[in-house]
RNA sequence: GCCGCGUUCGUCUAAGGGCUAGGACGCCUCCCUUUCACGGAGGUAAUACGGGUUCGAAUCCCGUACGCGGUACCA
């Protein structure tokens, strides 16, 4: 039987997208393309007071750059829109209201100081966060202690309230996590949850339940800091919309840093991105570095954060997205946490540039020259050289590094590594050289250095005392690919042109 | 504190009762190359601890330790 599949990942536009937070929705994408299913995106803005502008765009620009963007058929309009809470506002009530209506839940009339005067009050060395749950809800004011008239007298007057969930007491509440297999909670032990705020919305407990089914998701990937939660919807799917109908869930292992859990500090702290692209936080004006501005190519981002936590059983290391599409599942995430290795994921990079072909390099190459106010417009010539060295580019801007002599002459040259063993019948050789190279009719990198070789032996000295010089003369300094490949590039003008130049500036004794 | 989830080289991982625990990153050595890389060949290094079950345990069970997460009108 096919499998029909309707994946959803929810961000929360309130500040940036962590490394764990792309690759949820990277496991999210790769399981419904591969079931041929859906992939909707459902944004979290419930919490207005945390709510960061900007921060909704950069998720789509993100996850557009990572080449995750979910189809605009499934984002826009559609059967299961709006796709952002806060438009889905007045739905949620309703559910709530039933809950109470069926004693699975009720009302809360407790204002903040109350309730910090409940957990300051309860406070003890053996429990340190005081709950409000079935031990307490006694004690507070809500329709559990308070009588009917009241409670409607107080709903009648606009009353700040919550409508929080009615914890039964010693029900095993478990279901089956596609990662951990069976997971099972004592509800004795879970607090008595806030579904509706008093603003009316709802908390990401109600909400994730009454979209999943509005939405008819059928698979759910969410981090492993829901774990705890999950009874609560659980519960929620059993008296609202009935477990059967609950979606397949699965928690994926935290992104751990260097000590502990990852966070932004640590990108700043060891000097690696966590974020995609750069996110500048509009309210502190705190800038995150991205993977992209430090040079990543998207394909190493998404191979990277692909493998942190799941691989196909074989050795293969590189993939595609497309191939991840087709060989990921689900069972075979990892149940355990990963620690983040940027010196692993710069080898992926490398591997991914020196795998691309060199069109798909052209334009973050040009952007890296622009950096450097270099503009380029022969497109063949810059193609000729990305292929000569992005074998030896690990991120984009080493590019610049290992190519620029292309397109600059040495102003100046540092001749000191040969200046010892330089000598007049050196120079003798090289004029020799110009002379022939300015006859060749075959500017190859093989011919010359055929060229180069012949007029060596018969000047009786070792073409490999006279490579270094030409390397100087040709780039300025001991370092780029082999030195008849950068003169074939060049060209014969310009690399005869450079060649005198640097022999008038050599120092003759 | 309580609840939950985890634990194989430094790191990411393979091995789902049975060969000397395999691969990759990093690091080291050598080869190639009279630049530097790429590439090639080697090397280094692990089943947290203690009990069971079994002819046989990294693998199954129990306990301990450690790590992480949760314990909000945040997601």
Redesign the pocket.
């Known amino acids: 039987m096919e499998k029909k599949v309707r994946v959803r990942f929810?961000?929360?536009p309130?500040g940036g997208l962590h490394l764990g937070g792309v690759r949820t929705v990277l496991y999210n994408y790769l399981f419904a393309k591969k079931h041929g299913g859906d992939f909707i995106l459902r944004i979290?803005d419930?919490?207005q007071?945390?709510f960061v502008p900007g921060a909704e765009d950069y998720i789509f620009e993100t996850l557009k750059w990572c080449g995750l963007h979910p189809d605009e058929s499934t984002q826009h309009g559609g059967a299961y829109g709006p796709y952002r809470q806060s438009e889905r506002k007045e739905s949620y009530r309703k559910y709530a209201e039933e809950l109470v209506a069926k004693g699975y839940a009720y009302y809360?009339?407790?204002?903040?100081e109350e309730?910090d005067a409940m957990?300051n009050k309860l406070r003890t060395?053996?429990?340190?966060?005081?709950?409000?749950d079935r031990t307490v809800r006694q004690q507070m004011r809500n329709s559990l202690t308070l009588s009917k008239e009241e409670v409607d007298a107080l709903l009648q007057q606009n009353a700040?309230?919550?409508i929080r969930i009615k914890m039964p007491e010693g029900e095993t509440v478990s279901f089956t996590d596609a990662?951990?297999?069976e997971?099972?909670?004592?509800t004795s032990?879970?607090?008595d949850?806030?579904l509706l705020?008093?603003?009316g919305?709802?908390?990401?407990?109600l909400?994730v339940v009454v979209d999943d089914y509005l939405m008819q998701i059928t698979h759910a990937f969410r981090?492993?800091?829901?774990?705890?939660?999950a009874p609560v919807h659980v519960l929620l799917w059993r008296y609202l919309f009935g477990e059967e109908a609950m979606p397949q869930w699965a928690?994926l292992?935290?992104i751990?840093g260097p000590?502990?859990?990852l966070s932004k500090r640590d990108g700043a702290k060891y000097g690696f991105p966590v974020f995609a692209m750069n996110w500048k936080d509009p309210k502190t004006g705190e800038l995150t570095e991205g993977f992209r501005e430090r040079g990543f190519v998207p394909e190493a981002f998404v191979n990277m954060l692909a493998?942190?936590?799941?691989?196909d059983?074989t050795?293969q290391?590189v993939f595609s997205l497309e191939e991840l599409v087709q060989k990921f599942s689900i069972?075979?995430v990892?149940?355990?946490?990963?620690?983040?290795?940027f010196?692993?994921a710069?080898?992926f990079n490398?591997?991914w540039i020196?795998r691309k072909e060199v069109e798909e390099l052209r334009s973050e190459v040009r952007t890296i020259f622009q950096q450097h106010d270099l503009e380029i417009s022969d497109d063949v010539y810059l193609d000729k050289v990305i292929g000569l060295v992005k074998?030896?580019c690990t991120l984009l801007p080493d590019f610049w590094e290992h190519s620029f002599f292309f397109f600059k002459a040495p102003k100046q040259i540092d001749f000191t590594p040969i200046l010892a063993k330089w000598n007049p019948a050196k120079k003798d050789f090289f004029q020799s050289l110009i002379k022939s190279l300015r006859s060749i009719s075959d500017w190859k990198a093989t011919s010359l250095e055929a060229l180069f070789k012949q007029l060596a032996e018969t000047a009786t000295i070792?073409?490999?005392?006279l490579?270094?010089p030409m390397?100087l003369m040709l780039v300025g300094g001991?370092?780029?690919?082999?030195?008849f490949e950068i003169a074939e590039v060049l060209g014969k003008e310009e690399t005869i042109t450079r060649m005198e130049n640097a022999l008038e500036q050599v120092p003759s004794h």
């Open positions: 929810a961000p929360s309130t979290e419930t919490d007071s945390r809360a009339f407790d204002t903040a309730l957990r060395a053996e429990n340190p966060s005081p709950q409000y700040p309230h919550v990662i951990r297999g997971v099972s909670f004592d032990v879970v607090d949850k806030v705020k008093a603003d919305m709802p908390t990401y407990h909400a981090g492993e800091e829901w774990l705890p939660s928690h292992p935290l751990l000590s502990g859990k493998v942190l936590g799941w691989n059983g050795e290391e069972e075979r990892h149940s355990s946490g990963a620690k983040f290795d010196e692993k710069k080898w490398h591997e020196k074998d030896r070792k073409p490999g005392e490579q270094l390397r001991k370092f780029g690919p082999p030195v």
